[in-house]
């Protein structure tokens, strides 16, 4: 089965050397009135020694491309073929 997946998001907290979470805000409110957010995790692979994507601050707006995988210990994953910083991090 082949997938295709694009994500725009925030860039969160690592999980592992080359995988973090990305926050997803939901198009609509909760019963409580709040935009939940979802958490993905995203793995990175480079050969460049400086790993440009562990190295982005928190809050960081990204686009992402990539494909479904089901990576052991983590579970379903984001393996990211495509990344394009989209500005600069928000304030926190």
């Known amino acids: 089965m082949i997938s295709n997946v694009m994500v725009i998001g925030l860039i969160d907290e690592p999980i592992q050397d080359n995988v973090r ?8 409110k909760n019963q409580q009135g709040i935009f939940v957010e979802d958490k993905i995790p995203i793995q990175h692979w480079t050969r460049a ?17 990539g494909r479904l995988e089901v990576v052991e210990g983590i579970g379903p994953t984001i393996i990211c073929d495509f990344l394009e910083p989209l500005h600069l991090p928000l304030k926190t």
């Open 49 to 65: 020694t400086n790993q440009y994507f562990m190295t982005m601050k928190t809050g960081t707006l990204i686009g992402v491309k």
């Open 21 to 28: 979470y990305i926050k997803i805000q939901r198009p609509y």
